[in-house]
């Protein structure tokens, strides 16, 4: 990662991955040659015996995003993910 990189934040639990790949295919459009880093992360804590316990969990990933991909494509035409 160049010094010069820029970075910042996106919160709305597991959803925010959503958008920050939608704002980085956005960016790309116009910068072709650029490479974006999303890294995406949740973790759903809930009190023991709470209706949301068996729901809770921890994940995370990280993707570089590319003008020309080599594992995953998006279609130009998709207005969800």
């Known amino acids: 990662i160049q010094p010069f ?4 934040e ?4 597991c959803y925010a991955a959503t958008p920050a790949i939608q704002l ?3 960016y790309l459009a116009t910068r072709p040659n650029e ?3 999303v890294i995406a992360t ?4 809930y009190g023991l015996n709470s209706g949301g316990e068996p729901t809770q ?3 995370a ?3 570089v995003i590319a003008h020309n991909p080599s594992i995953l494509a998006l279609n130009e035409d998709a207005v969800a993910y």
Do not use: H, N
């Open 24 to 26: 980085a295919k956005d």
């Open 10 to 13: 996106m919160k709305e639990a």
């Open 61 to 63: 990933v990280a993707m």
């Open 35 to 37: 490479k974006v880093l």
């Open 5 to 8: 990189a820029r970075c910042f």
């Open 42 to 45: 949740d973790t759903a804590r």
């Open 57 to 59: 969990g921890a994940g």
